[in-house]
C-alpha cells in the first residue's frame, strides 16, 4: 500500500522508456505499462504545473504484474496498453504450455483528469474471477524536489479521506495553499454486477471481475488534481473523452502547414512534432505558451519559447504569437538582484509551484537570461516577415522598445553583452548552456564571469538589425541608421576579438578578464544563425562543424571532441541537442550553405527513427556512429522538448532555402537540396501573410527542383534562386 510518500526518499530515475500524457498544464509520465512504477521515481508521475500529484501508480492482477503485449501512446495523445494473463499467473507451472486466456486493455488520456480504463475479455472456456489491484501515492513534490533538491521542511499532509469509490489526499503546503488529489473508481451500471470492489482506501484499491467466457469487464479509475478547492467536472464516458482529444488534435492540424513525401516515415515524424507542438501548451492566468519539456521543464522558459517560436514557423505562426505575448506581459520592470530583474529584460523561467510561492527559488518569475532579450526582438521581427501581423506588431512595439532599451544599457563600452548572476540562488552559467560546466576553456577550466557568449553577440547583432528595419518601416529611419551602425559595429568587434586562427572557428566567449575561451563548441554555428560573419569565415566555421572533432556522425556536438572538458555523455559538453544542431543549420542556409544543412539533416533524421515516437529527444550522448547501430539516449532527457520537436521544421526550412517577406508578399527560395532519401516534399497550406501556397519539391539528377501549386488568400510572389 502506498499512500502518501517521503519526497526526500524518491529513487533515481528509471531510464529512458517512457510514457508520456498531456493535456493543458496536466501531465503524466509514466513507464511503457502506463505505471508510475517505482513509486516516488524522479522522472515519473502525474503533474499538475509544477506540483507532482501521483508519485505512485501501479495495476497489478492475480499472481503478480501482468504479461505486456504492446504499448502505444497516439499522436492525439491517447494511450493503448495491451496485457495478457496467463496460466503461470495461476501458478501452472508444469505439464503444459501456459495459456494467454485473459486479455487485459488499458487505455489511457487526460482531459480535465487523467483517466485509466481497463477492459478484461475472458477466452478461456469457464467462467473465471480475476482479481486486480491498482496502489497509489501523493508526494505533492515540487518540482525542483523531484529534480533532486532538498528542502529544510515541508508542509502538513492531510489524513486520507475515502468516500465509497472515492478516496481524497491533501496537502497543506508552505505556500498557504491546498494541495488535492482525487481517485475516483467509475463504474456502470451494467459492470457493477460483474466487479465486487473488496477494498478501496487512501493508498489503493482491489477489486474482483466475474467473467463468463467470451464476456467483458470494464472499469475506470479517473484522478482529479487540483489547488484550493478546485474540482473535476462531471464524469464522462471514455470514448467521449477519447473524440474530444482527436478533434481538438486534427483541428490543430488544420491550421498548421501540410507535409507528404516520397518517405513515409518522414511524415510520420513531421506529424508527431506538429502534435508535440500542441501537447506542449500550457495556460497560465488563461494566456498560451508552450512549455520547454516534460517532465522537466513544463512551465514557460523565455529562451525556450522564443526559439521554438521561430523553428515552428514552418508549419504554424501560433507558437511564436503566444511565446512574445505571453512574455511581453512578464517583462521586467524593476532592478530586483534577487531575480536577476531589470526593467525591460524578458524573463528565463517562471515557476508555479509551492517553491516559488514559498520563496524558496526565485522563479516568480527568473530573469537570469543573457539571450532571451534580443532573441524576443529576432522573433518579432521573423513573426511579421512569415505573417505581416501588423496588429500584433503594433501591440508588441512597446515592449520591443523596453527589450532594446535593456540591450543598449547592458552592452559594455566595446558593445559586447556580458552576463554574470546577482543572486546566489541564480544560475552561474545564463546562456543555453547553462549547466555549471557548460562554458570551459580548451583546457577543460570553467570560465569566470562577466562572460560574453559568442552567440549572445550575435543576437544581439541580428536585433538591433532587425529592430532598424522595423523602425525605418515605421519612419524612423534615423533610429534605424543608429541602430544598423550599432550592430555593424558589434560584429565587427566579434570577428576582431573572438576568431580564432588555428581551429578556424571562433571562440565560445570571452571571459571576465577578456581573454578568449578557446573551447571548440557549436555556439559559433548560431552565430551563422545570426548572419554575424562575414561569408569568408561562415565557410570556415561550417567546415569546422561538421569536421570529425565536432561531428558525431548523428549530428553535430555541442563541444569538440580532444576538449578537456569533452564527455559526450555530459550535459553541455559533448552531447547532441538538436535544437542546436537546427540552429547551426539554419546558419549553414543563410551563407547559402544548404548541402551542409543536409548533412545536419541526415544525421538527426538517422538518430530519429531509433527514438520511440519518432521524437527527437533533448539531447542525446555524442558517442561516434561507428562505433555503435544506435544512438545512445541521455537518461533524464525531456521528450517531447519543444526546441527538439521544432527543430525538425527549421532543419527542413534550412535545406529548402525558404525565406520569407510578407510584408512584400514575396517568398524567396534559396539553393534548396533535398536530401538522398527524399525524392519530393511537398508543402501544403505554407502561410505567408494572408496567403497559403502549396509547394512543390523534387530531386533530380542534377538538383532540387521547385514547383508552386494553388495559392489561396491574396498574391505571392514566389522567387526562386537554384544557384549551387
Request: negative net charge; aromatic residues 8%.
Amino acid at each position: 500500500m502506498f499512500g502518501y510518500a517521503d519526497p526526500s526518499q524518491q529513487p533515481e530515475a528509471t531510464g529512458v522508456d517512457k510514457l508520456v500524457l498531456k493535456r493543458s498544464n496536466l501531465f503524466l509520465v509514466a513507464n511503457r505499462l502506463g505505471d508510475v512504477s517505482p513509486a516516488g521515481a524522479r522522472d515519473l508521475g502525474l503533474f499538475l504545473t509544477d506540483t507532482r500529484h501521483l508519485s505512485g501508480w501501479q495495476l497489478l492482477v492475480q499472481g503478480g504484474p501482468p504479461l505486456c503485449l504492446s504499448s502505444q501512446v497516439s499522436t492525439d495523445y491517447v494511450s493503448q496498453i495491451d496485457f495478457t494473463i496467463t496460466g503461470l499467473h495461476e501458478g501452472d507451472l508444469l505439464g503444459k504450455e501456459p495459456v494467454n486466456y485473459v486479455h487485459l486493455r488499458r487505455d489511457q488520456l487526460i482531459d480535465d483528469v487523467f483517466v485509466d480504463r481497463l477492459v478484461l475479455t475472458n477466452f478461456q472456456g469457464r467462467p473465471i474471477r480475476q482479481w486486480l489491484e491498482v496502489e497509489w501515492a501523493a508526494d505533492f513534490a515540487d518540482a525542483f524536489e523531484v529534480r533532486g533538491a532538498r528542502r529544510p521542511r515541508r508542509g502538513r499532509y492531510h489524513a486520507p479521506e475515502v468516500d465509497g469509490r472515492r478516496v481524497l489526499l491533501r496537502y497543506q503546503g508552505l505556500d498557504g495553499r491546498e494541495y488535492l488529489t482525487e481517485v475516483r473508481l467509475d463504474l456502470d451500471g451494467e459492470a457493477d454486477r460483474r466487479i465486487e470492489v473488496d477494498r478501496f482506501d487512501g493508498g489503493g484499491a482491489r477489486l474482483a471481475l466475474r467473467l463468463e467466457p467470451g464476456e467483458s469487464g470494464a472499469l475506470a479509475f479517473s484522478v482529479f488534481a487540483g489547488v484550493d478547492g478546485a474540482r473535476p467536472r462531471p464524469p464522462r464516458p471514455f470514448g467521449e473523452r477519447a473524440t474530444t482529444a482527436h478533434r481538438a488534435y486534427a483541428e490543430w492540424a488544420e491550421r498548421c502547414t501540410g507535409f507528404s513525401s516520397s518517405n513515409a516515415v518522414f511524415d510520420r515524424a513531421l506529424v508527431q512534432a506538429v502534435a508535440d507542438l500542441k501537447a506542449l501548451q500550457v495556460f497560465h492566468d488563461d494566456q498560451p505558451v508552450i512549455s520547454a519539456g516534460i517532465p522537466w521543464y513544463t512551465c514557460p522558459f523565455g529562451r525556450d519559447a522564443l526559439i521554438t517560436g521561430f523553428q515552428a514557423l514552418l508549419s504554424t505562426p501560433e507558437v511564436a504569437r503566444q511565446a512574445l505575448r505571453f512574455l511581453a506581459r512578464l517583462q521586467g520592470t524593476q532592478d530586483d538582484p534577487e531575480r536577476d530583474e531589470e526593467p525591460g529584460k524578458i524573463p528565463h523561467e517562471i515557476r508555479f509551484g509551492e517553491m516559488a510561492r514559498a520563496g524558496e527559488v526565485p522563479h516568480t518569475p527568473y530573469y537570469g537570461s543573457v539571450d532571451a532579450t534580443p532573441l524576443f526582438l529576432v522573433l518579432l521581427s521573423e513573426y511579421v516577415l512569415w505573417t505581416d501581423d501588423q496588429q500584433t506588431l503594433a501591440e508588441l512595439l512597446p515592449a520591443a522598445e523596453r527589450a532594446l532599451g535593456w540591450l543598449e544599457r547592458q552592452s559594455g563600452p566595446d558593445g559586447l553583452l556580458a552576463y554574470e548572476r546577482r543572486t546566489r540562488k541564480g544560475l552561474r552559467n545564463q546562456g543555453w548552456k547553462d549547466s555549471h560546466d557548460g562554458v570551459p576553456f580548451a583546457s577543460g577550466r570553467p570560465a569566470d564571469p562577466p562572460i560574453a557568449l559568442v552567440e549572445v553577440q550575435g543576437y544581439a547583432v541580428d536585433a538591433r538589425r532587425r529592430m532598424a528595419d522595423l523602425l525605418a518601416a515605421a519612419g524612423r529611419e534615423g533610429e534605424a541608421e543608429r541602430l544598423r551602425a550599432a550592430a555593424d559595429a558589434l560584429a565587427a568587434q566579434v570577428d576582431a576579438r573572438f576568431w580564432m586562427p588555428g581551429p578556424e572557428t571562433y571562440a565560445l566567449a570571452l571571459d571576465g578578464a577578456g581573454r578568449q575561451v578557446d573551447a571548440v563548441t557549436s555556439n559559433p554555428g548560431h552565430l551563422l544563425f545570426s548572419r554575424a560573419a562575414p561569408a569568408g569565415r561562415a565557410h570556415q566555421v561550417t567546415a569546422s562543424l561538421l569536421a570529425p572533432a565536432m561531428w558525431s556522425g548523428w549530428g553535430i556536438r555541442t563541444l569538440a571532441k580532444g576538449q578537456g572538458a569533452y564527455n559526450p555523455l555530459s550535459y553541455h559538453d559533448g552531447t547532441v541537442w538538436p535544437h542546436d544542431n537546427s540552429l547551426a543549420a539554419m546558419g549553414m542556409a543563410c551563407y547559402g550553405e544548404t548541402r551542409g544543412a543536409g548533412q545536419v539533416l541526415d544525421g538527426l533524421w538517422a538518430a530519429l527513427q531509433h527514438f520511440r515516437h519518432l521524437r527527437l529527444p533533448e539531447l542525446f550522448c555524442g558517442l561516434e556512429r561507428d562505433a555503435g547501430q544506435f544512438p545512445v539516449h541521455y537518461p533524464v532527457a525531456c521528450s517531447p522538448q519543444a526546441w527538439s520537436s521544432g527543430a525538425i521544421f527549421l532543419l527542413v526550412r534550412a535545406c529548402l532555402g525558404i525565406f520569407p517577406d510578407a510584408p512584400r508578399r514575396t517568398l524567396h527560395i534559396a539553393s534548396p537540396a533535398l536530401p538522398d532519401w527524399l525524392d519530393h516534399l511537398t508543402l501544403h497550406r505554407l502561410a505567408i501573410g494572408p496567403a497559403r501556397a502549396t509547394l512543390q519539391f523534387t530531386r533530380t539528377a542534377s538538383g532540387t527542383y521547385v514547383s508552386v501549386g494553388e495559392v489561396e488568400g491574396g498574391p505571392l510572389h514566389v522567387r526562386i534562386d537554384l544557384r549551387r
